[in-house]
């Protein structure tokens, strides 16, 4: 969680027309052969969520079946997004992560809960 929490540090916050500021996220995977991988928001593109990064944009084509998971923040719940996004903890449950860990719960009503009670 600390390298995560030190990923996060790199967010790119991405110009938004809400006048909101884009949340700080981090996020990790151990993959089962021993390697780790770090990624933050917006780090490949604006406004990409971490986790999105990680598994979508590093990750597509590799096998990641019981791989460990560390997000700052909780992982955006299906309905979250505009379709046809597809939310992050449907992109984890997906990928066949085996544990995830979750540094604070998203307090966005959007979310609230809703990305963990997913997850688990
Ligand atoms: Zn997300």
């Not at 884009?22 to 021993?34: N, R």
């Not at 971490?50 to 979508?56: G, K, N, S």
């Not at 449907?90 to 719960?105: A, T």
Request: charge should be positive; include cysteine; aromatic fraction near 4%.
């Amino acid at each position: 969680m600390e390298l995560a929490i030190e990923a996060m540090r790199r967010t790119v916050a991405e110009p938004r027309k809400d006048g909101k500021t884009s949340p700080l996220v981090g996020a990790v995977l151990c993959k089962p052969d021993g390697t780790v991988e770090t990624a933050c928001r917006g780090e490949l593109r604006h406004g990409d969520h971490a986790e999105f990064t990680l598994l979508e944009r590093k990750n597509r084509s590799n096998k990641l079946d019981g791989s460990i998971l560390f997000a700052t923040l909780e992982p955006c719940a299906p309905d979250s997004r505009h379709p046809p996004k597809m939310s992050c903890t449907e992109r984890i449950i997906l990928s066949r992560i085996k544990e995830i860990w979750v540094g604070i719960e998203d307090p966005d009503p959007k979310v609230d809960r809703k990305g963990i009670k997913y997850l688990q």
